[in-house]
């Protein structure tokens, strides 16, 4: 019977492999650019979803009568000053109440939401405002601001993993070309 054996050297892949491994564990700034690239497209989907839910189009409660100012048709929900909406801006300011940082618990993976200790005029601070309408603390009913992003949200994710992996891939396979 004819047999033949191949061998092959995949030393170099290997080491492709560990170092891609090693990357990743450790946050490269192509990972680095693709979770602030996916913050900036989660808060770019909440910002579009809590325009249209302030204005009604959406499923949070609409306000009570008593609370609504103005015109009783035209009242937006959680807009009375604009710092909810605003911590919310695709782009990362660090304005009043926006949360951006990096996740510890793993290198691939970024927290975005409301933070810091920005307050209303009331003394309350936008980050507890945010988790009481989230949560539908005390008399408040539930209006969930965060909530996990759409299906075009998440592809464009993707798209982002997929070209970070591939700018990392390359700079791997050749280093002296980057």
Avoid: C
């Amino acid at each position: 019977m004819p047999l033949i054996s191949v061998n092959l050297d995949v030393s170099q892949q290997v080491r492709n492999l560990k170092q891609m491994r090693a990357a990743l564990n450790t946050g490269t700034a192509e990972i680095k650019t693709m979770v602030k690239q996916w913050a900036a497209r989660y808060r770019t989907y909440s910002q579009k979803r809590f325009i249209e839910q302030s204005a009604g189009g959406g499923d949070w409660p609409p306000l009570k009568r008593a609370r609504k100012r103005g015109s009783l048709e035209s009242a937006l929900i959680l807009r009375d000053t604009g710092l909810m909406l605003g911590a919310l801006n695709p782009v990362f300011t660090g304005a009043p109440g926006q949360l951006e940082e990096l996740d510890g618990s793993h290198p691939i993976g970024i927290r975005v939401g409301f933070g810091g200790g920005a307050a209303y005029q009331t003394g309350a601070r936008v980050a507890d405002v945010s988790e009481y309408h989230q949560t539908g603390a005390g008399n408040l009913p539930v209006r969930e601001i965060l909530v996990q992003p759409d299906s075009q949200t998440l592809q464009g994710m993707e798209k982002d993993a997929d070209r970070a992996i591939g700018k990392m891939v390359a700079r791997i396979n050749n280093p002296n070309r980057m």
